[in-house]
């Protein structure tokens, strides 16, 4: 879980111990000033209506706590399976090492002048091992390459929809 999210949870989390620390201030507060008539019903309703929003709100931080942690767990297995996917298409390709360096950084969105930069490589060495790389896929481009991994992650989706 990132760190904004986290620290959305703490606050909900601090706002239902607000609440409960209210609840219990409220029903102490009508149980000490009634008398043996009359017990303030207002002030024991409303300690009650803050109790049940306490329980209630914890119950959903709890809820939404389980579900940040499925979506994380997701999210993991997903850029996994991505990994994968460009690891086995590479070998299937019959990449050199640097040209799966290159190629990773081309999927990334990476300019030639920026993969050159990044590798201490020139410009022209860059070029010429994408050029391979377009070639081995069968592509003749950035955009192509970049697309035969998204397609196979929207032919997945569909089929799992049925589509």
């Known amino acids: 879980m990132d760190d904004a999210a986290l620290r959305r949870v703490w606050i909900a989390a601090l706002v239902v111990g607000l609440q409960l620390v209210a609840a219990i201030y409220f029903i102490v507060d009508a149980v000490q000033e009634s008398g043996v008539d009359a017990l303030p019903l207002i002030d024991i309703l409303v300690g009650v209506a803050l109790l049940a ?50 190629a990773l950084f081309a999927l990334k969105g990476c300019t030639v002048a920026e993969i050159a930069t990044m590798r201490g490589s020139a410009s022209g060495t860059v070029r010429s091992q994408l050029s391979q790389v377009y070639a081995k896929a069968g592509v003749n481009g950035q955009p192509m390459l970049m697309s035969l991994f998204l397609e196979e992650l929207i032919d997945a989706r569909q089929s799992e929809a049925g589509i």
């Not at 931080?61 to 579900?67: D, K, N, Q, S, T």
């Not at 999210?75 to 290159?102: K, Q």
């Open 53 to 102: 929003g306490s329980l209630f709100g914890g119950i959903m931080v709890r809820r939404l706590l389980a579900e940040a942690h499925r979506h994380a767990a997701a999210l993991a297995l997903a850029r996994g399976a991505m990994g994968e996917l460009i690891a086995d298409r590479f070998a299937g390709w019959g990449l050199s090492r640097s040209e799966a360096d290159v």
